[in-house]
């Protein structure tokens, strides 16, 4: 197998057509449709069925294309960093944050990192619920931030504060529920979204989230910025990250509410986390090492 081989494959898949592939990779199509079939008959396997107008993926070949991109990603990664470190250029330090954990002590410790180590490069994804651990899984970063979801033996982790989770509604949405008691009754809510953000990991074999009602509607966004905009608009209800709305709950534009039998409120940890097994970088040591440091909780690696 050749990796030339492989983006001719990948080629075909993404244009629809053998021709067009050519075109897109500047080859000639005999040279694509040579390709192709060396990798089928190197496998046994066929990747197309030809039976159509135009190639349409078998069920092996949709198998093999998914792992040729992913193969075809980490060759390119390595590209870069082979001609970042020619010029002389550290490899960046890869991080993947929680969306929820970004509060004013997170920005901090991170501002302060840069500003002693200026040289060093930070590239950060967010991520969120059990995405940044697939990060991790999948050698996307180095050092991931946020609540302990999904880890295991496979991690070590500190602890390094707390958010404080909080349930909110806006003022008028509220008044429609007419809810007349201290809690509000999981029935009252049934018929109001409940607004979620997605759980961004590909591979999780669930949604990821803890604190849902087991009856009712839900609206899935992509982050909390989307979810604040819903809410101040009436649109649902939701769990939120209490430093993300303190103006909104000082200026009244949300409100806390406790639902019955449901985690209202809590106090949620943020943890820094890396795999075990994997090999650090000398610049993710000193991220660990800095930010371990400023930990109130500093202790062992869990």
């Given at each position: 197998m050749k990796l030339d081989q492989l983006r001719a494959f990948i080629a075909v898949v993404e244009t629809g057509s053998f021709r067009s592939a050519a075109d897109s990779i500047h080859k000639t199509q005999p040279?694509?449709?040579?390709?192709?079939?060396?990798l089928e008959e190197q496998y046994g396997i066929q990747l197309f069925d030809r039976n159509s107008y135009r190639p349409t993926l078998t069920t092996e070949g949709h198998a093999f294309f998914q792992q040729s991109k992913k193969?075809?990603?980490?060759?390119?990664?390595?590209?870069?960093?082979?001609?970042?470190?020619?010029?002389?250029?550290?490899?960046?330090?890869?991080?993947?944050?929680?969306?929820?954990?970004?509060?004013?002590?997170?920005?901090?410790?991170?501002?302060?990192?840069?500003?002693?180590?200026?040289?060093?490069?930070?590239?950060?994804?967010?991520?969120?619920?059990?995405?940044?651990?697939?990060?991790?899984?999948?050698n996307k970063c180095e050092i991931a931030i946020g609540p302990r979801y999904g880890l295991d033996d496979r991690h070590a982790f500190i602890q390094l504060n707390k958010i404080s989770m909080i349930t909110v509604i806006s003022p008028s949405l509220l008044s429609n529920i007419n809810?007349?008691?201290a809690k509000i009754k999981q029935q009252s809510l049934y018929a109001v979204p409940q607004i979620l953000v997605t759980n961004t990991?590909?591979?999780?074999?669930?949604?990821?989230?803890?604190?849902?009602?087991?009856?009712?509607?839900?609206?899935?966004?992509?982050?909390?910025?989307?979810?604040?905009?819903?809410?101040?608009?009436?649109?649902?209800?939701a769990r939120m990250p209490r430093h993300c709305i303190q103006a909104e709950l000082d200026n009244?534009?949300?409100?806390?509410?406790?639902?019955?039998?449901?985690?209202?409120?809590?106090?949620?940890?943020?943890?820094?986390?890396?795999?075990?097994?994997?090999?650090?970088?000398?610049?993710?040591?000193?991220?660990?090492?800095?930010m371990k440091s400023f930990s109130p909780f500093t202790g062992s690696d869990l």
């Open positions: 040279g694509i449709s040579a390709a192709v079939k060396a193969l075809m990603s980490q060759v390119l990664q390595l590209e870069n960093l082979g001609h970042d470190l020619a010029q002389g250029t550290e490899a960046p330090l890869h991080i993947s944050l929680s969306q929820m954990g970004l509060d004013e002590d997170c920005m901090t410790r991170i501002k302060a990192f840069q500003n002693q180590y200026p040289d060093i490069a930070l590239d950060i994804t967010t991520d969120h619920l059990h995405g940044i651990q697939e990060k991790l899984a999948k809810a007349n008691d990991a590909e591979n999780s074999p669930e949604n990821g989230h803890r604190y849902i009602l087991p009856t009712g509607k839900r609206w899935y966004v992509n982050d909390f910025l989307a979810k604040k905009t819903m809410l101040l608009h009436g649109l649902g209800w009244g534009q949300l409100v806390p509410i406790e639902v019955e039998n449901f985690t209202s409120h809590n106090q949620l940890p943020i943890f820094m986390i890396r795999l075990r097994h994997q090999t650090q970088s000398y610049q993710a040591n000193l991220f660990w090492e800095m």
